[in-house]
């Protein structure tokens, strides 16, 4: 009884899962003839002015690559001007950027440490540009990036946000292998939302505004460490248009280590939740589409539906273990072996549904690799994604349950 | 500006609404096939033992004054029935105990087993053999017999290990009047696992070394095949 129970309600979120799956790819449909991945060769009929902000706190090892890559942008000099936000660093971060003091195109300011949107804002309040945009010290751009964006710009006149193409920055451990593939199936997902309106945060690598959004809607407020996520939706309440440019690439570097990568997931985790909770004005109203249906709540009970798969999973796995155990303890190894016949392959309905799953989720994942890197490839970065990230999300999707739960703040860092 | 955004088509939405339903159901028709066609693969192999059994009691009533070398029952018919069992011990793990298919698939087996067993006696008492039989009583309900599942696997290695031993497994709850009566005629107690070895019951989880213990038979038979493996080892290397 008790295990129909809970199978139920999972068959009805597996059936939810699928439905999504299903949006998703008729969107890939609709949208397949836009996802070349060609950059423009041609020049722009029109160039707008840009800033780009780079906020920067204690970033002294890598801000000079970083503002370099901005340097080395194909957008014309007099255009664009790059301001270097130093956030009160205690290192040599100011020191550091010294060299670019005598450059036409950088701004040097430094002031009082405030947090990373209270920089972001110091730039923006002493920008004139048309275009305002922002790059964390911790990620490079493409040299055609700001091109691509800045198209996109004068193509949509109603287009009030350009959000990019995340790639993860040289890959070495597993878990940034397993990122890398994370950011390829986020990039296929982000490019679905994008003709749907429906995207619900503006990441802080290379998110370019126009500079009207500043003002009709204000600017960065502290919103849980997530100021991106808080952002996005304030455009969004205010039905303005987010799209995302995939041909405009970003590298950024990934946690390295499984600590690192837990305190960055539970700040996100936590603040999209905590975010989604303060605009759940917005959630299951049809004024703002498919942002309404779908992202929104999913942002939000996705968590709980991913932690009652996972614990389902987890409980039969532990299950499965056990009986291996118990099987090897009384009869040794050898005899434990299971035999290979067909017979013996699980065809279940839950196992049918689960390969279904993972043939979906692999077509979602190899043109996520596609749109990025404009051809389909296999790596160990996919191999990691399947078998790595159900057993490690959980652990700050719990954390981020509890907090969001008892209104527990995350830190930065 | 609230015509900037996109409007929900609503025929996308039915129309994904629709696939995910043909999917879901698709999913649930193509498991029930192959359980369908699981089932029938069982129900074949056992038409297929019934027939042997039939073959073999027909041979012996036929050849009772004669020698008894001559009846073909051999331990290739024993790992039959031992794979048969663990493919529906399989199924009934998947489609749960009470489903009817996998029920009357286990009758079947278990009177099967009955026959084989007959069979086997009569004709170790005709050619003086001493049987190397074990029969077996287990439970699958939850929390009746813990080591039952423990049991199952150190006679599943038994019986790989010496395929002359034949192992006969009841399921103790099984509603079938020819199981319930080889109960009465071994005298077995509700105290599970059940094993019974040359009429004498023996109750509790038995390791395989205990097992060797109760069957001396089994150290010769282990030397024999120790024997048979070595003159096998030195047949192929003398052929090098």
């Not at chain 1, 004068?154 to 990122?179: F, G, S, Y």
């Not at chain 1, 434990?336 to 390969?355: G, Q």
């Amino acid at each position: 009884m008790v295990e129909t129970f809970f199978d139920s309600i999972l068959y009805v979120f597996l059936f939810f899962t699928l439905y999504l799956e299903v949006v998703f790819l008729i969107t890939f449909f609709e949208e397949r003839l836009k996802l070349g991945t060609e950059k423009l060769k041609e020049k722009l009929s029109y160039y707008p002015s840009v800033t780009i902000i780079v906020p920067c706190w204690n970033e002294e090892k890598t801000v000079v690559k970083t503002v370099d890559s901005l340097l080395r942008l194909n957008y014309p000099k007099n255009k664009l001007e790059i301001f270097v936000i130093d956030d009160g660093s205690t290192d040599q971060t100011w020191d550091v950027v010294q060299k670019f003091s005598k450059h036409p195109q950088i701004k040097l300011f430094r002031k009082e440490n405030g947090g990373k949107h209270t920089a972001v804002n110091f730039g923006i309040e002493n920008s004139e540009a048309e275009l305002i945009g922002c790059l964390d010290a911790d990620s490079f751009v493409d040299k055609d990036a700001l091109h691509e964006i800045a198209a996109a710009f004068n193509e949509d006149p109603k287009m009030m946000a350009a959000t990019p193409m995340l790639v993860v920055h040289e890959p070495k451990t597993i878990l940034q292998k397993m990122q890398k593939t994370e950011y390829h199936m986020g990039a296929f997902l982000k490019r679905m939302l994008s003709p749907l309106d429906a995207i619900n945060v503006t990441p802080g690598p290379f998110s370019i505004f126009r500079h009207e959004v500043f003002e009709k809607i204000g600017l960065y407020k502290k919103a849980h460490n997530t100021e991106d996520g808080e952002f996005a939706l304030r455009m969004q309440a205010n039905h303005m248009r987010i799209r995302n440019v995939h041909t405009a690439q970003v590298y950024t570097s990934t946690p390295n280590t499984l600590y690192k990568l837990y305190r960055q997931r539970l700040r996100w985790s936590y603040g999209t939740m905590k975010n989604t909770l303060d605009y759940r004005f917005m959630m299951f109203r049809r004024e703002y589409g498919i942002l309404g249906m779908i992202t929104l709540p999913l942002s939000f009970f996705g968590v709980f539906i991913f932690l009652y798969n996972f614990s389902f999973v987890a409980f039969h796995a532990v299950k499965v273990v056990i009986e291996k155990a118990i099987e090897i303890s009384t009869v040794g190894f050898m005899f434990a072996i299971p035999k290979a016949s067909l017979f013996f392959i699980n065809t279940d309905f839950m196992a049918i549904l689960s390969y279904i799953f993972l043939g979906l989720g692999l077509v979602i994942i190899l043109n996520g690799v596609k749109l990025a890197e404009g051809r389909v490839s296999a790596s160990s970065g996919i191999f990691y994604f399947l078998f790595l990230y159900g057993i490690v999300a959980p652990i700050w999707f719990i954390r981020a349950v509890i907090n969001v739960i008892f209104s527990r703040g995350t830190s930065w860092r | 500006m609230k015509h900037i955004r996109e409007k929900i088509e609503t025929k996308k939405y039915v129309l994904a609404f629709v696939i995910t339903v043909m999917v879901f159901f698709g999913a649930l028709l193509i498991s029930n096939h192959f359980s369908e066609t699981r089932i029938a693969e069982i129900r074949a192999v056992e038409d297929k033992i019934s027939l042997d059994i039939l073959s073999s009691e027909t041979q012996f009533a036929l050849l009772k004054e004669s020698s008894c070398k001559a009846i073909d029952h051999s331990t290739a018919f024993s790992e039959e029935l031992s794979s048969l069992a663990a493919k529906l011990s399989y199924m009934e793990n998947n489609l749960g105990d009470s489903d009817a298919a996998v029920t009357n698939l286990k009758k079947y087996y278990s009177l099967l087993q009955i026959k084989d067993y007959l069979l086997t006696a009569q004709v170790n008492q005709k050619c003086g053999i001493k049987p190397l039989t074990i029969i077996y009583f287990y439970s699958n309900k939850d929390g009746e017999c813990m080591d039952c599942r423990k049991e199952g696997y150190v006679l599943t290695k038994l019986r790989e290990e010496f395929p002359e031993i034949r192992v006969y497994s009841f399921d103790y709850n099984l509603d079938l009047s020819a199981v319930k009566t080889m109960k009465s005629i071994q005298g077995v107690q509700n105290k599970l696992p059940a094993l019974i070895i040359s009429d004498e019951p023996y109750y509790g989880f038995k390791t395989a070394e205990e097992l060797e213990k109760i069957i001396p038979q089994l150290k010769k038979l282990r030397l024999e095949h120790e024997r048979a493996a070595k003159a096998a080892a030195t047949a192929t290397s003398t052929k090098k």
